[in-house]
């Protein structure tokens, strides 16, 4: 082996250089085998979800690390019982103390509740995380945890398998949209192996991270998740997360009553993501002490809290089983709807690492709980136990926190085994994303983004979009036709261009319709009719058309509900003088030009 070689192996470049010629060997192998297009990346997708079951189960191992050498090996070994049950206050502090240490000194975008920092990463970043995410937020997630933090590991394992996804697909050099998906497919895989979810899975990374479902997208992500879920089920177990006995809908009659539910829980929904970014606010705005003191103070005060209802530590999920159950006191279930959101606000606000599911989980069957059994005691003999309540409730805050029903009510079914409630389930979940939506337009996740980066939506930058406009984008070398040009002239022009869309102009240059493939397919059926036919008979009338001052997003938002890929753009509705057309594609290079520029003015 030469020194040349030698010195290129070892150095990063030539290892770079090494693996891309093996990649596009592997490529072209696969254009001779007439392998289907998205085989590569179904590979790569496959690939995320085996490193993301395993890194599901990693975590499991350190927070259950942290839990034994805190609460069993010192607590049992090292000190009285009166000393051990005091240092229980202490525990989350040190927690804490540590991921305040580890996130300031290597990586800030690891604290928190970590899927806001996945979505933005998909919206404002072209998919990119960084590698050593993956290992900062095990560390991280594991001391919150497993020091008693109220906190769940969904959040965690979220932000592990999509930076997992994001490494994968920079080793690969994929495109920026592959990019998005890998990400996605380690979101996916990631809450599908915590939850034992696959389905939920699936579902939470289209609905919340990428916002796209397309086939092309779909199908990876599916890849991922089952793969994830498989590993975890073979190292963790397959059992559904929480036992319960199988309610039913005692009469129909109870539906007003899931519907009040809905109702009230979009509102403690809504004060609960209040609540968390209140704190939040308090820790990073008018808190002025050093930042990886603060989640030592919120560990410190969660401590306390849980010194009195041990339930609340993130590592325990008895009462929530205890509330599906039917089992819960009245009386100490209104008192740990409160607690949790304190406990919850104080980890997470304070830069604690760490997931929401869990606590949303919680709160909702708490308040499930307390509904059915208030509701069990006005109705007798009409309604379900108190544990259907809960069950549904968990579904109801679920959903009006993060505004996802659909993901909300198959979490619920895959978690539980439980499928035949599902039209109070049904009911509570979408009437409580309506009220919350209405009191609040952002949700636990959004919120976070909108504070500390841009307002997105369905995986992209609303700032982008709403500050760009498209006068740079007007094109003139699409083909015009007039109200009174022949039929065939008007489909020599289709033959000859490339576009799908032709304005039509009156004698004054003034917009008056389009013609697109749509309107010329009918007709090349009837040709005794064609022949008469002119560009005014067919075109379309009432179209959306743009000012040169329109944003990106009222184009698209245009395209979409008009199903267009162009868009004639005039002088003024009022005037509809032709000045050129726009393109969609056109509009989503820009886009992504300005994310990818903001991207590298952000890191």
């Known amino acids: 082996m030469t020194n040349y070689f030698k010195t290129n192996l070892t150095s990063k470049k030539g290892w770079q250089r090494i693996f891309r010629r093996w990649q596009i060997k592997s490529l072209r192998t696969l254009y001779k085998l007439n392998a289907p297009t998205d085989f590569y990346l179904l590979g790569l997708a496959a690939l995320v979800g085996v490193f993301t079951g395993f890194g599901a189960y990693l975590l499991n191992i350190i927070v259950d690390g942290v839990h034994f050498v805190l609460f069993k090996h010192i607590g049992l070994n090292l000190f009285t019982d009166q000393v051990s049950n005091w240092l229980r206050i202490l ?17 800030p975008e690891v604290k928190g509740h970590g899927i806001p920092s996945v979505m933005d990463a998909v919206a404002n970043k072209g998919g990119y995380i960084r590698k050593r995410v993956t290992f900062l ?3 991280n997630s594991g001391l919150t945890i497993g020091s008693g933090g109220s906190a769940g590991k969904e959040g965690p394992i979220v932000q592990i398998g999509a930076a997992i996804g994001s490494s994968i697909g920079q080793l690969f050099h994929v495109s920026q949209r592959r990019l998005k998906i890998l990400v996605g497919c380690g979101a996916a895989g990631g809450l599908a192996a915590v939850f034992n ?3 939920a899975g699936v579902l939470f990374a289209i609905e919340i991270i990428l916002g796209d479902y397309s086939l092309g997208v779909f199908s990876p992500i599916v890849i991922s998740s089952v793969i994830s879920t498989t590993l975890a089920r073979s190292l963790v177990g397959s059992s559904p997360l929480f036992n319960v006995p199988q309610y039913t809908l005692q009469s129909p009659a ?17 004060i609960f993501i209040k609540t968390l970014y209140g704190i939040e606010d308090l820790f990073e705005e008018k808190m002025d002490l050093p930042s990886w003191v ?11 809290i849980a010194y009195k209802f041990p339930e609340l530590y993130g590592f325990d999920d008895s009462a929530t089983h205890t509330a599906l159950m039917g089992y819960t006191e009245i009386s100490i279930i209104a008192v740990l709807i409160v607690a949790k959101i304190l406990a919850t606000s104080f980890t997470l606000g304070s830069g604690g690492t760490g997931g929401l599911f869990t606590p949303s989980l919680f709160i909702g069957a708490m308040f499930g709980a307390l509904f059915g059994t208030i509701a069990n005691q006005v109705f007798p003999g009409v309604t379900a136990p108190p544990g259907a309540y809960a ?9 009006g926190t993060i505004h996802a029903p659909l993901t909300a009510l198959l979490m619920i079914f895959e978690i539980t085994g439980d499928y035949n409630i599902i039209l109070p389930l049904m009911l509570g979940t979408v009437t409580s994303v309506i009220v919350a939506r209405a009191l609040e337009r952002e949700s636990i996740y959004t919120m976070k983004i909108s504070l500390f980066s841009h307002r997105t939506e369905a995986g992209k930058n609303l700032d982008i979009l709403r500050s760009h406009r498209i006068t740079s984008l007007i094109t003139n070398d699409v083909p015009v036709v007039y109200e009174y040009t022949p039929f065939e002239e008007v489909l020599n022009l289709f033959m000859k261009t490339h576009y799908n869309t032709i304005p039509v102009l009156d004698k004054n240059n003034r917009v008056v319709g389009t013609i697109s493939l749509r309107e010329i397919r009918p007709v090349l059926f009837d040709k005794d009719i064609a022949p008469l036919l002119l560009a005014i008979d067919i075109m379309s009338e009432n179209i959306f058309v743009l000012e040169q001052d329109s944003t990106l997003e009222e184009a698209l938002q245009k395209m979409e509900i008009d199903d267009s890929d162009l868009l004639p753009v005039v002088d003024s509705t009022q005037n509809m003088r032709y000045l050129g057309m726009v393109a969609r594609e056109d509009i989503w290079r820009k886009y992504s030009k300005e994310s990818l520029l903001l991207t590298d003015s952000r890191e």
């Not at 603060?294 to 306390?304: H, R, Y």
């Not at 069950?391 to 959903?399: E, N, R, W």
């Open 91 to 107: 525990y989350p502090a040190i927690g804490g103390l540590m991921v305040g240490i580890i996130a300031f000194k290597f990586s």
């Open 137 to 139: 937020t095990s560390i």
């Open 197 to 199: 979810a696959p389905v």
């Open 254 to 270: 109870e539906y007003p009553l899931y519907l009040l539910m809905g109702l009230m829980g979009g509102i403690l929904a809504v």
């Open 294 to 304: 603060k989640p030592a103070i919120g560990g410190l005060l969660t401590g306390v």
């Open 391 to 399: 069950l549904v409730g968990m579904g109801v805050i679920v959903s």
